[in-house]
């Protein structure tokens, strides 16, 4: 059982965008896929119930201390959405199931100083302190054409103490997807083959660290 951690202490950076895009490639692929969704909206859990019946379904359950011991042996992937705001205590439940942590970052100052403020907690966390628990960043929201977000990539990859692992362009079909209780994975046309291609480090990422 693979366990994608996806945490951030900023509210908005879209940590639930990673949790079900991600859910969507797995389950196309092949895997059985769950999402634990710790955030207190719970909009995970919203977009996994909306899931149509002609795409593969996601299981999907509220977090909880307890809440692996709920899921069924044959689930394959777990991606644990977790609230903004969170510290070491609030991610305790996971952190010893969690075989990799993804932080996503917004191109803003006032993302970045956050963002290195939790980058820090994460340090001392001793599986991460270890190198036992890779983390890794993703760069998100971003418009690659402009200076600002190619700024804010250099200006993270330079003071971060993890590396940039992805960076996902600006888009609202991510919007417009999520509102369907779909992702860009449950598509094969050319109109998505972009934004599919914009996660291939980022899965090799998380298949080599994990």
Same mark, same amino acid.
């Given at each position: 059982?693979?366990?994608?951690?996806?945490?951030?202490?900023?509210?908005?950076?879209?940590?639930?965008?990673?949790?079900?895009?991600?859910?969507?490639?797995?389950?196309?692929?092949?895997?059985?896929?769950?999402?634990?969704?710790?955030?207190?909206?719970?909009?995970?859990?919203?977009?996994?119930?909306?899931?149509?019946?002609?795409?593969?379904?996601?299981?999907?359950?509220?977090?909880?201390?307890?809440?692996?011991?709920?899921?069924?042996?044959?689930?394959?992937?777990?991606?644990?959405?977790?609230?903004?705001?969170?510290?070491?205590?609030?991610?305790?439940?996971?952190?010893?199931?969690?075989?990799?942590?993804?932080? !996503? =970052?917004?191109?803003?100052?006032? *993302?970045?100083? $956050?963002?290195?403020?939790?980058?820090? #907690?994460? &340090?001392? /966390?001793?599986?991460?302190?270890?190198?036992?628990?890779?983390?890794?960043?993703?760069?998100?929201?971003?418009?690659?054409?402009?200076?600002?977000?190619?700024?804010?990539?250099?200006?993270?990859?330079?003071?971060?103490?993890? !590396? =940039?692992?992805?960076?996902?362009? *600006?888009?609202? $079909?991510?919007?417009?997807?999520?509102? #369907?209780? &779909?992702? /860009?994975?449950?598509?094969?046309?050319?109109?998505?083959?972009?934004?599919?291609?914009?996660?291939?480090?980022?899965?090799?990422?998380?298949?080599?660290?994990?």
């Amino acid at each position: 059982m693979l366990t994608t951690l996806v945490a951030s202490s900023k509210g908005g950076c879209g940590k639930t965008t990673l949790v079900t895009q991600l859910a969507t490639h797995w389950v196309q692929a092949g895997k059985h896929t769950a999402i634990v969704d710790a955030d207190r909206q719970h909009s995970s859990l919203k977009w996994a119930r909306r899931r149509p019946e002609n795409v593969p379904a996601v299981t999907a359950i509220e977090g909880s201390r307890k809440a692996f011991d709920r899921l069924s042996d044959d689930i394959q992937r777990v991606i644990v959405d977790t609230p903004a705001g969170v510290d070491e205590k609030d991610l305790e439940p996971y952190l010893e199931r969690a075989d990799v942590i993804l932080v !996503p =970052v917004l191109p803003s100052q006032f *993302d970045l100083d $956050a963002t290195l403020d939790f980058l820090s #907690l994460l &340090k001392r /966390i001793p599986r991460v302190k270890r190198g036992k628990l890779p983390v890794g960043l993703v760069g998100n929201r971003l418009k690659p054409w402009t200076n600002a977000s190619q700024a804010a990539v250099s200006d993270l990859a330079e003071r971060a103490p993890f !590396p =940039v692992i992805a960076e996902l362009r *600006d888009s609202q $079909a991510y919007v417009l997807l999520t509102a #369907l209780g &779909k992702g /860009i994975f449950d598509y094969h046309s050319e109109n998505v083959r972009g934004h599919q291609d914009d996660w291939t480090k980022l899965l090799r990422w998380i298949k080599r660290s994990g």
